[in-house]
């Protein structure tokens, strides 16, 4: 079993930036995806990083530049750089790992609100 423990969401103006942390029970050398995902009122979630065990990466078009998914192995911590915030990126944003390529345990959820 691997538990996910989310934390780092709250307020922040536009244009500043926030770091979200995944703590994850696995050793993250076993995982072999690592990912963020988000929903927003009214939308469908969607898959906004997503990385491999390789250092492979893929970002949505809408947060392309902007955030970046990293890793401390030290710590098994996963995180969710953010910079140059939107009002648009306002969501409740889940941590998921996969130890065998694919998303089978998730985070809580943290809500991140961003204001013009």
């Known amino acids: 079993q691997v538990q996910l423990v989310e934390s780092g969401g709250g307020l922040v103006q536009a244009g500043g930036s926030l770091r979200l942390s995944c703590a994850t029970s696995?050793?993250?050398?076993?995982?072999?995806?690592m990912g963020w995902y988000r929903q927003a009122p009214g939308k469908q979630r969607e898959l906004v990083a997503h990385s491999t065990s390789d250092g492979s990466t893929n970002y949505a078009g809408s947060v392309k530049g902007r955030f970046t998914i990293q890793r401390d192995n030290a710590k098994n911590t996963v995180y969710l750089q953010m910079n140059s915030l939107k009002p648009e990126d306002t969501a409740v944003y889940y941590c998921?790992?996969?130890?065998?390529?694919?998303?089978?345990?998730w985070g809580q959820g943290t809500q991140v609100t961003v204001s013009s």
């Open positions: 696995a050793n993250i050398d076993s995982l072999k995806t």
């Open positions: 998921a790992v996969g130890v065998r390529g694919s998303y089978e345990y």
